[in-house]
């Protein structure tokens, strides 16, 4: 399990490690899964549904798209 304190820090570690892992994010609750280290899509919505996360990741071309989605009912 790997905790982050902040966005970036969940950003930075998804950009730097690769294959099957399971991350925890400990600000927002709730845990996601790399699906797979060829590639596969990740989608996290926190308990409270402030936040929203859909990873897609193409290891074969080294490339990570990350998208981070806020819900404008909540603050």
Known sequence: YHTFHNKGELIQYISQN???DMIYISDYGG???YISQYGGVIRYISQN????????CYSS???IYLFIFYSAFLH
């Open 18 to 20: 690769g294959g099957d």
């Open 31 to 33: 845990t996601i899964q």
């Open 49 to 56: 549904f402030k936040l929203i996360i859909f990873l897609f």
């Open 61 to 63: 071309f080294k490339f």
